[in-house]
């Protein structure tokens, strides 16, 4: 038996890297996992397959969590579809790099709105859910460039900043009725987008961390596992860097 079995959790930003990776883990634990995608019908319906071989059920959605209303749309879905809402994984995110001299309103809003919105928008919308069950897990993917910030990139460091702050809001809030609200900020993650990078430039990243290599997809999906499981039951408000030391 797995460490979520019975439970049924929300991956948002489910089609590739750490997205893909989480919603992987969860299945192999033995969650029934719904998860959205915003692109490739295809890649989602070829996702479903690989998570339901795991003997789960699991269902794509094809859904816009920076709309409020799409947002509210999907979890009612969700619920409709799986009876429960146990975990939640705010994973959906883009990056609009910049100088700030050069970045554009609407890059600063495209960013705020994804990156940030999106998660109001789904906590929000899966509170009553969780509420009316007394339990749940709430995850929000932030970043390292939230702790420390990055020239270049104001809006996405902006966005995982708020993201830490409306995590440990929302821990507060609802912590006494069995809600747990954490947050997880990796560091440099290697996964398709880094492929395409200098191998000089990459290697020098991994050289210039404690522990000499960059982080996996899986290495964050272990440790929504251990937030997303009893495992944690005592554990919230927090933020847990997975940067192999990188901010030490």
Not at 24 to 53: C, D, I, P
Not at 90 to 115: C, F, P, Q
């Amino acid at each position: 038996m797995g460490l979520l079995t019975g439970k049924t959790a929300l991956v948002t930003g489910a089609s590739k890297g750490i997205g893909r990776a989480i919603a992987t883990k969860m299945a192999q634990e033995g969650a029934n996992v719904a998860f959205t995608y915003l692109s490739s019908v295809e890649k989602g319906e070829a996702l479903e397959k690989e998570l339901a071989a795991f003997g789960i059920k699991a269902k794509g959605f094809r859904s816009n969590a920076a709309e409020f209303a799409a947002a509210e749309e999907l979890v009612t879905a969700v619920v409709a579809e799986f009876g429960s809402l146990d975990i939640l994984v705010n994973n959906a995110g883009i990056t609009r790099d910049n100088l700030l001299m050069r970045m554009s309103e609407e890059m600063w809003d495209d960013v705020i709105n994804v990156n940030l919105k999106s998660c109001f928008n789904t906590v929000k919308a899966a509170t009553r859910t969780m509420m009316k069950q007394r339990a749940g897990s709430i995850i929000n993917i932030t970043s390292v460039v939230g702790l420390k910030g990055n020239a270049g990139q104001a809006n996405y460091a902006a966005s995982k900043a708020g993201i830490i702050g409306f995590t440990k809001s929302v821990a507060l809030e609802l912590g006494s009725r069995g809600i747990r609200s954490n947050a997880v900020a990796p560091g440099f993650i290697e996964t398709e987008m880094t492929d395409a990078l200098d191998e000089k430039t990459v290697q020098s990243w991994r050289d210039a961390i404690p522990l000499k290599r960059g982080g996996s997809p899986e290495d964050v999906a272990n440790v929504c596992l251990f937030l997303a499981s009893d495992m944690s039951a005592y554990v919230t408000g927090q933020t847990l860097q997975v940067d192999g030391g990188m901010l030490t």
